[in-house]
């Protein structure tokens, strides 16, 4: 079965979590925005090992530490979707603007797309590419364990910013209701920032998405 644990970092307190298979412990982190000492202290902690970096998507907060962490262990890196070249290509420019540790462009191992999966140990993950608030954008969702990986798509209460380059509310709006409510109102998702929620608490009362 699927395990996670969620670390916040970055100044902007980003939700990066680290998943794993809790029969083989091999792990992947998933969206190493910064702090990697504080991740790598967590990963001993939990006794498991890193095969893998999963990202949903390229702004600096969740993505920021990529390029260090797959140099110093080795680690493929495996998303986002390739509309999110340009994201990557400017982290050096993001981490300036915001203040960030310098961050490096990284070449990804493996872009996905919709209807892809990925696996750690046992445990396959179903990828769906939901743009809007960046063109690249992926969600990981473990069928198993009834939880989603949703990135910056959708909050407790609140949907991802769309102002930024290339950002679309529409096209969000649309990834919410067709990629992610089917996925079952009692899958819990791990948004980017904040709490938990289940999609089906969204669809009751988050006033950006609610069923009418």
Same mark, same amino acid.
């Given at each position: 079965?699927?395990?996670?644990?969620?670390?916040?970092?970055?100044?902007?307190a980003?939700?990066?979590? @680290?998943?794993?298979?809790?029969?083989t #412990?091999?792990?992947?982190?998933i969206?190493?925005?910064?702090?990697?000492?504080?991740?790598?202290? =967590?990963?001993q902690r939990?006794?498991?090992q890193? #095969?893998?970096?999963?990202?949903?998507?390229?702004? @600096?907060?969740h993505a920021?530490?990529?390029?260090?962490? $797959?140099?110093?262990?080795?680690?493929?890196?495996?998303?986002?979707?390739p509309? &999110?070249?340009?994201?990557?290509?400017?982290?050096?420019?993001?981490?300036?603007?915001?203040?960030?540790?310098?961050?490096?462009?990284?070449?990804p191992?493996?872009?996905l797309?919709?209807g892809?999966?990925?696996?750690?140990?046992?445990s396959?993950?179903?990828? %769906?590419?939901?743009?809007?608030?960046?063109?690249?954008?992926?969600?990981?969702?473990?069928? =198993?364990?009834k939880?989603?990986?949703?990135?910056?798509?959708?909050?407790?209460?609140?949907?991802?910013?769309?102002d930024?380059?290339?950002?679309?509310? $529409?096209?969000?709006?649309?990834?919410? #209701?067709?990629?992610?409510?089917p996925?079952?109102?009692?899958?819990?998702? @791990?948004?980017?920032?904040?709490p938990e929620?289940?999609?089906?608490a969204?669809?009751?009362?988050?006033?950006?998405? %609610? &069923?009418?």
């Amino acid at each position: 079965m699927l395990r996670y644990l969620t670390v916040p970092v970055t100044a902007f307190a980003q939700n990066c979590s @680290i998943v794993w298979c809790d029969e083989t #412990k091999d792990a992947a982190v998933i969206d190493p925005g910064g702090d990697l000492d504080r991740l790598l202290t =967590e990963v001993q902690r939990l006794g498991v090992q890193l #095969k893998a970096i999963w990202l949903t998507h390229a702004h @600096i907060d969740h993505a920021g530490g990529t390029a260090d962490l $797959a140099e110093q262990l080795g680690l493929p890196i495996i998303g986002p979707h390739p509309g &999110d070249q340009f994201w990557i290509t400017g982290l050096p420019q993001q981490g300036a603007m915001f203040g960030f540790p310098p961050a490096r462009a990284f070449t990804p191992t493996r872009w996905l797309a919709d209807g892809d999966t990925v696996q750690i140990g046992n445990s396959v993950l179903q990828v %769906r590419h939901c743009p809007g608030h960046t063109p690249g954008h992926v969600v990981f969702h473990s069928a =198993e364990a009834k939880r989603a990986f949703v990135g910056d798509v959708l909050f407790a209460g609140s949907i991802g910013r769309t102002d930024f380059p290339q950002g679309n509310h $529409a096209q969000l709006i649309g990834s919410i #209701k067709e990629r992610l409510w089917p996925m079952g109102d009692d899958t819990v998702f @791990i948004p980017g920032h904040g709490p938990e929620s289940s999609f089906g608490a969204e669809r009751r009362h988050n006033p950006h998405v %609610r &069923d009418a």
